[in-house]
């Protein structure tokens, strides 16, 4: 129960941290947090790549460690699902975050229902591979039926407990999206 707990947490705090990096109407370096850019033929996380940082609440900018990497940043950045055009100096990218539309916030809050989803199913997995754990040892004769039920129940709302937390978390980001 304490491994599913702590799997279970864990799979929502990286939910949460995803959701850092969808897009509202405010510039943040989380925005960026997913863009991997194919640096020397290696996929390489943008932070790892370069400096960001929102000085202005509408700007973003990214000063690569590597000037020369400057082309392969730009196209990861274009290529995102962030919307956003970099403007380049040769030293610094400036992203402008503009104003949502509200086509584009509904686009935006599909992400974060598509990005929820995907912590429902990895609790649900934490889920499952508990509830097999526990199959394997009533056959082994370890644990009695009634403990074996009794223990898929505990699971069961711990499932539950961790879904509604994510889903608080999801509506919360839905309504910054949606705020204008």
């Known amino acids: ?89 040769g030293k610094l990218i400036r992203l402008s975050v503009p104003e949502l539309t509200q086509e584009r916030r509904l686009q935006m809050v599909k992400v974060v229902h598509g990005i929820a989803e995907e912590g429902r199913i990895s609790i649900r997995n934490v889920r499952r591979d508990v509830m097999q754990d526990l199959r394997e040892l009533k056959s082994a004769g370890d644990v009695g039926s009634d403990d074996e039920h009794r223990a898929e129940g505990d699971v069961q709302k711990l499932t539950d407990e961790w879904i509604g937390e994510l889903d608080v978390l999801m509506k919360a980001k839905e309504a910054d999206v949606l705020e204008v």
Request: net charge negative; glycine share 4%; hydrophobic share 40%.
């Open 1 to 89: 129960m304490k491994d599913a707990r702590e799997r279970m947490r864990k799979s929502v705090e990286s939910i949460s941290h995803e959701f850092a990096s969808v897009r509202t109407g405010r510039a943040s370096p989380a925005l960026l947090d997913r863009v991997v850019v194919d640096y020397y033929g290696a996929q390489t996380p943008l932070n790892q790549l370069a400096t960001i940082s929102a000085p202005e609440a509408r700007l973003v900018t990214v000063q690569p460690y590597d000037a020369t990497s400057i082309k392969a940043i730009e196209k990861a950045i274009m290529e995102s699902d962030l919307g956003l055009t970099p403007s380049s100096d």
